[in-house]
């Protein structure tokens, strides 16, 4: 018995201590940048050493790309697609749909915009974060491709994923949101009417509007 609490309770103190230090990461990160964050830092700041930190993220970016995770996923644990939030937009008539992707994809730029805009920075004088960068786009275009196919019913024409992709990406978030002063409620509505229209303009998804 005495085994197993002990067990137990380094799992839990591991799991907090690595909360805490995705924690004071992403907001190192995001206030200091890639280049001026240290492993070391993050671990002073995070109140473990730098052993702690090493032996869960290798590499500085094997950490940004933990926080980006914990951001998306909004410190859940558990992959995108089974967030209540996500699972939203499989309920109801298509217009409801793609209103619950837009609320879901508005939440996770709150959450994330600004910790994956790191790896943005990262990406143009590290060819680790380039690679890792392009993997993760590669992958949202997939993630936009299911959702869209959750929202209508059916496989939408590659030529509507990527005009959703484009529309979708932080750095229009971050523009508008950031230096135009928009509002995330603005942004939604912006963002619902903008893919209303990509979804209406053919291919072999049926239209938002004419799936009702």
Known sequence: MARTY???LRARRALENRDRVLAVA???FC???WVSTTMADVATDAGVTRQTVYQQFPNKLALLDACIDHALTAGEGIPVRELAEYRAMGNGPPEERLAAGARWLCAAHVRSAAIQNVLDEAAV?????AQRL?????NRWDEV???LT????????DAIVDAVWLLAARRNWLRLIAERGWTPG???EWFIGHARIDLSGGGSSPSVSSAQ
Do not use: L
């Open 6 to 8: 002990n067990s137990e």
């Open 26 to 28: 992403t907001e190192m």
């Open 31 to 33: 206030g200091r940048g």
């Open 125 to 129: 004088t590290d060819p680790a974060a």
């Open 134 to 138: 392009q993997v993760r786009e590669a």
């Open 145 to 147: 491709q299911w959702a």
């Open 150 to 157: 959750v929202i209508t019913g059916a496989r939408p024409a």
């Open 186 to 188: 603005e942004w939604t």
